[in-house]
Nanobody, 123 residues
């Protein structure tokens, strides 16, 4: 079972990136999915989550209105569209699959983790 995150890179403040997470080894269409991030010297933090049907989404306050999470269960993928990026968004971004069908803000609710993709936002 593997989650492969991609799409990170270097972007100027105000720019956009789209992160993707592809799952292999099993289907995650019945699992909540999420993105977390970890900035240098800081603890990992919740960014966004989506339930198994994609009908419910959750965001940390600092990204509301700028980030959009989505999923395609036919392709076993989850994406994070990031607009109006700020230097404070610089971090390694991780996708994760929950043990339940519902999204959660708690990292302990996630059982599968991708390897992370680095997002660097320059000022």
């Amino acid at each position: 079972v593997q989650l492969q995150a991609s799409g990170g890179g270097l972007v100027q403040a105000g720019g956009s990136l789209r992160l993707s997470c592809a799952a292999s080894g099993r289907t995650f269409s019945n699992n909540g999915m999420a993105w977390f991030r970890q900035a240098p010297g800081k603890a990992r933090e919740f960014v966004s989550a989506i339930n198994w049907k994609g009908l419910n989404t959750y965001y940390t306050d600092s990204v509301k209105g700028r980030f959009t999470i989505s999923r395609d269960n036919t392709k076993n993928t989850v994406s994070l569209r990031m607009n109006s990026l700020e230097p404070e968004d610089t971090a390694v971004y991780y996708c994760a699959a929950a043990r339940s069908a519902y999204g959660s803000r708690e990292s302990s609710d996630y059982v599968y983790w991708g390897q992370g993709t680095l997002v660097t936002v320059s000022s």
